[in-house]
């Protein structure tokens, strides 16, 4: 059964735009990394130091994953290969939406300059 010509345009414009998105999500990694070293890396580690690193540089070597299968260079062809890379896209978009709500949360925190320590 051939593909229709407008699903196939529409993988190329979700693929474009996949490329264009993760472009400048690089790019905002080179342009900032100059101020995360004097600001992050050299700030004693907290759990608010760790849960921004790790979901910084958790992002960008997840993303950078992910580009990388749908560019075709790592899809195996198997039924199971497909199912594990969605179940390991679920949780990373998963942890990643999470990672970033408790940093949000803990900078309210800190604004609103609450002085007991959160209970987790």
Request: proline share 2%.
């Amino acid at each position: 059964m051939a593909v229709p010509v407008s699903f196939s345009e529409d993988l190329r414009i979700r693929g474009a735009f996949g490329v264009a998105g993760y472009t400048v999500f690089a790019w905002e990694h080179i342009l900032t990394l100059e101020e995360e070293v004097r600001y992050i890396w050299q700030a004693p580690w907290t759990v608010s130091k760790a849960t921004f690193l790790i979901s910084r540089y958790g992002n960008l070597v997840c993303l950078t994953f992910v580009r990388i299968e749908e560019a075709g260079l790592l899809s195996h062809g198997s039924e199971a290969w497909c199912h594990g890379f969605n179940f390991f896209a679920s949780m990373y978009m998963i942890v990643s939406r999470e990672s970033i709500h408790i940093l949000v949360i803990m900078r309210a925190w800190a604004i609103w300059g609450c002085t007991k320590k959160p209970t987790w």
